[in-house]
């Protein structure tokens, strides 16, 4: 959207784990993010996140994103967003989304009574993979603690992604290439020809992935906001993963705009 005025906007952030289109990795594997996003007023942005997983086995940054994108006002309640992003993973990096180092994508937004949005995005690098998602969301505001000055409000959204699965073919690989450096049996012991070969042919799949819903609840200043989220994921029948039950994460984040 246009702004009156360039910003920056500073944010940090917790997660209780790593979530890639609904989907995670065998480990569980929370982490922290910090971001600054430079937005100028015609719409354009860039961006950029540093990560760090909080587990036992990583010391150092465990991957940097940088990206830019347009959001374009097409009429009074429609929108357009363009993005690019690269992610720059360390060497036998644990996140479900190793192979798509990179991502294009595009979104039109619709506010109603809701807010639709439908988006596209294609993710590549040493897999390629296409994503799409139709999600809608609702912004409740719940009241104030300071006279109007601020604003607490919950916006629940719902959302479906379907897909290729082309990059669970690598972190197959990678993750028992890691087991195998630490003596730990692969994940699919006894099986792992078969198993990869029926992963190589789903992946090839743009078949349903996942079910996401998500209820953020947020308290906003005129330049701060803080936020808590749950959010439920359940995976379609044809979504590689390791476990086909619902999946919950939670989330807490801050945000400082100049």
């Not at 990096?93 to 506010?111: C, E, K, R, V």
């Not at 349903?208 to 200043?221: H, I």
């Amino acid at each position: 959207m246009e702004t009156t005025k360039t910003t920056l906007t500073l944010g940090a952030l917790y997660n209780s784990n790593a979530s890639y289109y609904g989907q995670t990795s065998k480990e569980k594997l929370p982490y922290f993010l910090a971001n600054a996003t430079l937005r100028f007023k015609s719409g354009i942005y860039l961006t950029t996140s540093v990560y760090k997983l909080l587990d036992k086995t990583s010391s150092t940054v465990s991957a940097i994103n940088a990206g830019a994108g347009m959001d374009i006002r097409t009429g009074k309640k429609t929108s357009i967003g363009l993005a690019f992003s690269h992610t720059f993973f360390p060497d036998n990096s644990p996140f479900l989304q190793i192979a798509n180092a990179s991502n294009a994508g595009a979104s039109f937004t619709y506010n109603h009574w809701l807010t639709t949005t439908i988006g596209g995005d294609y993710a590549f690098g040493k897999q390629n993979d296409y994503f799409a998602s139709l999600s809608n969301s609702k912004y409740i505001v719940l009241g104030s603690l300071a006279k109007g000055k601020d604003v607490i409000s919950i916006t629940p959204a719902i959302e479906i992604t379907i897909g290729t699965q082309h990059f669970y073919e690598t972190y197959i690989t990678e993750k028992n290439y890691r087991d195998s450096l630490l003596g730990i049996i692969p994940i699919f012991p006894g099986g792992q020809e078969t198993e990869q070969t029926t992963v190589t042919r789903k992946s090839t799949s743009f078949s349903l992935l996942s079910y996401n819903l998500a209820v953020p609840v947020a308290y906003s200043r005129s330049r701060y906001m803080i936020e808590a989220a749950y959010q439920v994921s359940v995976l379609a029948n044809d979504a590689q993963a390791f476990t086909d039950k619902p999946m919950s994460f939670f989330t807490c984040s801050f945000y400082y705009q100049f």
